[in-house]
């Protein structure tokens, strides 16, 4: 399953969130004992506990009540119809509890990690619905497993985002349209869409539908803990606009202004629509209508246009440009309550690309609203994934890839019939980025000629810091520039990498290779000299402004504990070259050193 694509009409992530506030439990109903704010939580992989330090921003459900129970379940204090909700969780080993929406609809949370067969209770899981009167073994029924396992390793911190969209119900309190989870995204990949659930999930705290009930979380299982919970509702009212007006013009316009030109029809129109321009191109059309804006509050106009245009608000330039259909432009501006005048400006002076116009209004609190007639705006134009598998042997694929915001230009993606896959920087001897799952979408390689010539993971992902991972004990990080790139030969399939390191006066291999366990990667640097090492050498294992979490003496977390380094357990030091920058350096000794890479 590919990664959710971010070139849609709308995007889904840019929305106003509040956030949960973690320094107590006053934003919950009545919480157990067993529901605590921390200020850290980690374990290992192979932990079946959470250990927890003091502090706040971490709510942690716990044993200190010893067995759950059902009134351990935790309520949040607001209630919602549609909502767009995020949080980050972490489970321990066989970890279980979920969410759910409106307390009705459960998706699940659980230890799914490494697991191949997927069902409605894995983690990322829309929840069985449950009836006592279908029989004994048929109770369950219409739960809906992820599209793709996207869960990574216990005690590591997890991703989710879900878009939901309550039951309907009409003025007599009669549903007339179901909930829908519109989409869920685990670890930034999409699991589910536009699943409509005909009613409440098992455990639900009613069998009866609402339009508005509040949030719960399942703490009668085991130990969870979450954070960075971000949610919008949907409730607020948003503009209004009245008829539009047009005038409609020819002529060779190259920007979206008027001048003295003369319009050749004028009209009156329900909504914004490109559906009177009767031209393919050398055309500018002129809109006015008025905004009816219920509440003074900030409100962001999104555009689409083939072409150039325009859009002002009391006269005030909004969005403005030259731009494809399938490009939004969005631009925030404060609006007073009561009336606006609304004018939009759009030309095109070009005969190829189809015509297209939509603007939509958005304010924190509401959906969207679009001002243009739905088929103003034409949809994206598919274009079919060109996906490069592995399920066979190792593959590899040479491109362009994204890291850290610039694009490296020596890079090779190694696939592995495990699953486990990475993206290699061969001019700086450096992994850039690992994931499980499949393989590797290379669309932009060849779709639209070529460009941007890179390529994208398919699975759940974990960008590395992209160094070279060997310093001499002096230097903070190791100057790849020095790195000699001398190829790569094959051991069971897969590449050793090869470079001369002049600092060390060493050559070096570089295998990486699926770990024994299939938890993750392996890497061994082996060295070869015609004389000793110059002077000593350190392995560094993580570059990381997070900080680094001592698991055990042989196990880091990263990045916020968004993966592991486990190592052979040899001595090293956490050290702060820089400014909030920490490192894991352990001596080398002998003529190779490994690590592996755990998520």
């Known amino acids: 399953m590919r990664n959710i694509l971010l070139l849609t009409l709308l995007s889904w992530t840019c929305f106003g969130q509040q956030q949960v506030n973690l320094k107590d439990l006053a934003a919950f109903q009545h919480p157990s004992n067993n529901w605590t704010i921390e200020g850290a939580v980690q374990a290992a992989y192979a932990d079946t506990s959470l250990q927890v330090a003091t502090g706040q921003g971490v709510l942690v459900n716990t044993l200190r009540n010893g ?9 949040f204090a607001f209630s919602h119809g549609d909502i767009h909700l995020m949080f980050d969780f972490m489970l321990p080993k066989k970890g279980n509890s979920g969410v759910y929406l409106q307390g009705r609809y ?3 949370l659980a230890d799914s990690w490494t697991k191949k ?7 990322g899981g829309i929840y069985e619905r449950w009836d006592d009167a279908r029989g004994k073994g048929k109770e369950g029924f219409e739960g809906y497993a992820p599209m793709q396992n996207a869960s990574k390793a216990p005690g590591l911190w997890q991703s989710m985002e879900i878009d939901f969209q309550a039951p309907r119900f009409d003025s007599n309190g009669k549903k007339i349209q179901n909930a829908v989870f519109k989409k869920v995204v685990l670890n930034g990949i999409l699991i589910h869409e536009n699943i409509e659930v005909l009613g409440v999930t098992r455990g639900a705290v009613s069998l009866q539908e609402v339009a508005s009930a509040p949030i719960l979380i399942q703490g009668d299982h085991t130990q969870v803990a979450f954070k960075n919970i971000r949610y919008e509702t949907y409730d607020k009212p948003s503009v209004r606009m009245g008829q539009v007006s047009y005038d409609y013009y020819t ?9 003295a030109a003369k319009p050749i029809k004028s009209g009156k129109l329900d909504k914004l629509t490109y559906k009177v321009i009767q031209d393919k191109n050398d055309y500018l059309i002129h809109y006015q ?6 509440e003074a509050d900030s409100y962001e106009f999104q555009s689409y246009w083939t072409g150039s245009g325009v859009v002002k608000v009391d006269g005030k330039d ?4 030259a731009h494809w259909y399938s490009e939004m432009v969005s631009t925030q501006t404060q609006l007073t309550a009561g009336k606006h005048r609304l004018e939009v400006i759009h030309v095109k002076d070009f005969p190829w690309g189809p015509q297209a116009l939509g603007l939509f209004v958005k304010r924190i609190g509401s959906h969207p609203v679009a001002l243009h007639d739905r088929t103003s705006l034409l949809d994206p134009e598919a274009v079919g994934m060109i996906e490069v598998k592995a399920n066979a042997e190792p593959v590899f694929q040479r491109s362009f890839a994204m890291h850290q915001g610039k694009k490296k230009t020596h890079v090779i993606h190694v696939g592995d019939p495990s699953g486990m896959h990475y993206s290699y920087d061969l001019k700086q001897g450096a992994m850039l980025q690992v994931w499980r799952g499949p393989f590797l979408n290379a669309t932009q390689m060849w779709e639209n000629r070529g460009e941007p010539q890179t390529s994208e993971p398919l699975g759940v992902t974990v960008a590395l810091d992209g160094q070279f991972p060997l310093v001499m004990d002096h230097q903070v990080q190791a100057d790849s520039t ?11 399939g897969r590449p050793i990498f090869m470079y001369q390191w002049p600092a060390a006066n060493v050559s070096i291999e570089d295998y990486i290779r699926p770990n024994a366990a299939g938890t993750g990667l392996e890497r061994t640097l082996s060295f070869k000299s015609a004389s000793a090492m110059q002077s000593a050498a350190e392995l560094v294992l993580g570059n990381s402004f997070h900080g680094i979490s001592a698991i055990n003496t042989k196990l880091i977390g990263l990045q916020g504990q968004s993966y592991f380094v486990q190592w052979d357990g040899r001595s090293g030091a956490v050290l702060s070259p820089k400014q909030g920058l920490k490192q894991q350096r352990i ?8 690590y592996q890479l755990i998520w």
Not at 289 to 294: I, S, Y
Not at 482 to 492: A, I, M, S, T
């Open 318 to 321: 909004l969005n403005q440009g």
């Open 289 to 294: 209508a008025e905004l009816d804006v219920p």
């Open 117 to 123: 067969q997927l069902n409605y209770g894995d983690c």
């Open 482 to 492: 020095e790195l000699v790139y001398k190829g790569f030969r094959l051991k069971d």
């Open 67 to 75: 067995k759950y129970k059902r009134t351990d379940d935790l309520t």
């Open 587 to 594: 001596p080398v000794q002998g003529n190779e050193v490994s």
């Open 106 to 108: 459960e998706v699940q």
């Open 251 to 259: 002529g060779k316009f190259t920007e979206p202004i008027i001048g």
